[in-house]
């Protein structure tokens, strides 16, 4: 089969496109045949890691067609169309076909194409488990969620939206159309103006009710300053340092939002949550409910050239890699 391959931890700009051998799932595990894969800012920026061996196969999204499966497995059938967020642990999903564990995997409606699928799987899941399972909406009315025009904040946006919110995003201005269009109430441009006081200004000086950072930890500890009492954080990219606030002032709540982490506590349930959390996700797309952001399409042997555009973040929604 032809593979993505990491042959020594390097740069994606070093990684090769070739002949390797297909393998065999063992059990608890199916043999996926790719079909379409999301490219992830992890997969550019994960070029090592201690539990791999090497060469290593990137990729942590992946749509296909049930190839085979392992012993133990009964709910998932040879001849399924399926998506599933991998395990970055282990080798992924740039490649023709692909070993994963079938605890997390998803089947994928009719109504919803490989791409659509394989485009809600990181961004959509992160942005789920952010905004529907960790923060606790009842009764709130405001949230930020910082880069509105990527995969990420463009599926907050929606889901947001879906649970009444109103939503402010950041966003460069040629993206505001875009973010509005998917149902943003206010767009920031982070580069002219100063969030902050944007933020301030648009909730009568109290903060946001929720905020979902997917910047990193500068920005993180800024959202501190735009928080409202009692509000709540959700970061995936380094959390607040919580220092630059007086204990018992603002009373903040900081949930770490890790897709991987499921699969490296080892938990069941949580490994499970994934495939669950995908099932909700296809079916709002199969229900034209959720747009999954699919921009563009490339072949997989195209997969580094897009890894290295979605690395210079200018990239609006999801792009697509097929096998």
């Known amino acids: ?23 065999a799932p063992s059990t608890g595990e199916a043999l996926i045949r790719v079909q379409a894969v999301a490219l992830n800012p992890v997969d550019y920026k994960a070029t090592k890691n201690p539990a791999w061996t090497y060469p290593h196969i990137p990729g942590v999204d992946l749509t296909g067609i049930v190839e085979q499966v392992g012993t133990d497995v009964t709910d998932i059938q040879v001849g399924e169309r399926v ?8 080798n992924g999903a740039f490649a023709e076909y692909a070993v994963v564990d079938a605890r997390a995997l998803a089947k994928i409606p009719d109504a919803v194409s490989f791409s659509e699928a394989a485009a809600i799987l990181c961004a959509g899941m992160t942005a789920y488990e952010a905004i529907v399972q ?8 405001t949230i930020l969620i910082h880069a509105g025009a990527g995969g990420v904040g463009g599926i907050g946006i929606q889901l947001a939206k879906r649970l009444g ?6 966003a460069s201005t040629e993206n505001h159309d875009w973010v509005k269009n998917l149902g943003a109430d206010l767009a920031i441009d982070y580069k002219k103006e100063n969030v902050t006081e944007v933020i301030r200004g648009w909730t009568n000086g109290r903060g946001a009710d929720l905020i979902f950072n997917t910047v990193g930890r500068d920005e993180a500890t800024a959202d501190l300053g735009r928080l409202a009492f009692s509000g709540q954080l959700a970061f995936i990219a380094g959390g607040p340092d919580q220092s630059v606030v007086k204990p018992f002032t603002l009373s903040p709540s900081i949930h770490e939002v890790a897709l991987a982490a499921a699969y490296a506590s080892d938990d069941d349930r949580a490994i499970r949550n ?17 747009d999954s952001l699919v921009t563009e399409e490339l072949p997989a042997a195209d997969i580094v050239k897009g890894l290295q555009r979605l690395s210079e973040r200018h990239v609006r929604g999801k792009i697509i890699a097929t096998f």
């Open 1 to 23: 089969m032809k593979a993505w391959l990491n042959e020594t931890g390097t740069t994606i700009e070093n990684w090769v496109y070739t002949d390797v051998k297909t393998p």
């Open 83 to 90: 998506a599933i967020h991998t395990n970055l642990q282990k």
């Open 134 to 141: 960790k923060m606790n909406t009842t009764g709130k009315e």
């Open 165 to 170: 919110l109103s939503v402010a995003t950041t």
């Open 274 to 290: 994934l495939g669950h959390m995908a099932r909700e996700l296809l079916k709002l797309v199969a229900a034209k409910e959720l």
